[in-house]
């Protein structure tokens, strides 16, 4: 009886002290003004430029018409998120300001409206959970690398790409991504991995070459996009995919055909589970 009184007595000094205690959490910190400052970037005038862009959470929209190198404006009302551009040789990097360390904020606003040279240069895409649109015709890419998080992305290739690609690696978490014009990106290789997510590859436009596209997928919706009259093979490696192709395709165990003339497309698709649709 004693040991229960002296725990009834404990609880109820703890709970005195408790009620003594005032605990501030901490609130969501309101935005300030928004700044919008205007990016500049010169052409480095080096035969291996290399132009990166490193962006958190917001928008961030890529088009064609730089006279530079870059050009563009970027709109922020956090004074933390001030983008930083660094130079090395034939290096560019644009970052943005780091939300790591920040208090929650209400109204947070983060936008990129940049436009790019016609400078041959590799580009590197690093994001978070973002909005990107993304027009990339009519630019000089030798290589194009995305990685991102949870994203809404458009992309396209409304025009040619000036010169041949060697390789466009483009790696995703959950996400709903939309590519067309992919033909024009005149790659050689392409490399898509994706988690769980909505996904539509349009490849219409000018296949310059042959090319090969390695697509490795959660459990995802998936529609390719290939026009008819292009010659495409379509490996599909995947026991649960429900796989559906249109009336030019034809299907010999897991590799599906299109017949056509010119270069020839080759996708190697594995595929946990989901849907997957040929179409053109």
């Not at 006279?67 to 404006?73: R, S």
């Amino acid at each position: 009886m004693n040991g229960k009184i002296i725990s009834a007595v404990f609880v109820l000094a703890l709970a005195s002290m408790a009620c003594g205690i005032n605990i501030d959490l901490p609130e969501s910190a309101k935005a300030g003004p928004e700044i919008k400052d205007s990016i500049t970037v010169a052409d480095p005038k080096s035969d291996e430029t290399r132009l990166s862009l490193s962006f958190g959470a917001g928008d961030l929209n890529l088009s064609a018409g730089a006279k530079n190198l870059v050009d563009g404006t970027i709109l922020y009302n956090v004074e933390d998120l001030k983008p930083e551009v660094t130079t090395k040789s034939g290096e560019v990097e644009i970052r943005q300001g780091n939300f790591d360390g920040l208090p929650p904020f209400d109204d947070i606003k983060n936008k990129w409206d940049l436009k790019l040279g016609k400078v041959p240069m590799d580009l590197t895409i690093s994001a978070g959970a973002y909005n990107g649109k993304f027009e990339l015709g009519g630019l000089a890419l030798k290589n194009l690398t995305i990685n991102d998080g949870a994203a809404e992305v458009d992309l396209s290739f409304s025009e040619l790409n000036l010169v041949k690609m060697s390789q466009f690696n483009y790696t995703t978490g959950a996400s709903n991504v939309t590519m067309a014009g992919l033909a024009n990106a005149n790659f050689k290789t392409f490399i898509f991995n994706s988690g769980a997510g909505n996904y539509t590859l349009d490849f219409s436009g000018d296949l310059q070459q042959a090319a090969t596209v390695s697509i490795d997928s959660g459990f995802s919706d998936l529609t390719i996009i290939i026009p008819e009259g292009v010659s495409a093979s379509v490996t599909v490696d995947s026991t649960l995919a429900d796989v559906s192709f249109g009336k030019d395709w034809s299907q010999q165990a897991k590799i599906y055909s299109q017949q056509g003339e010119g270069p020839t497309l080759t996708i190697i698709i594995n595929m946990g589970a989901g849907n997957l649709r040929l179409t053109k």
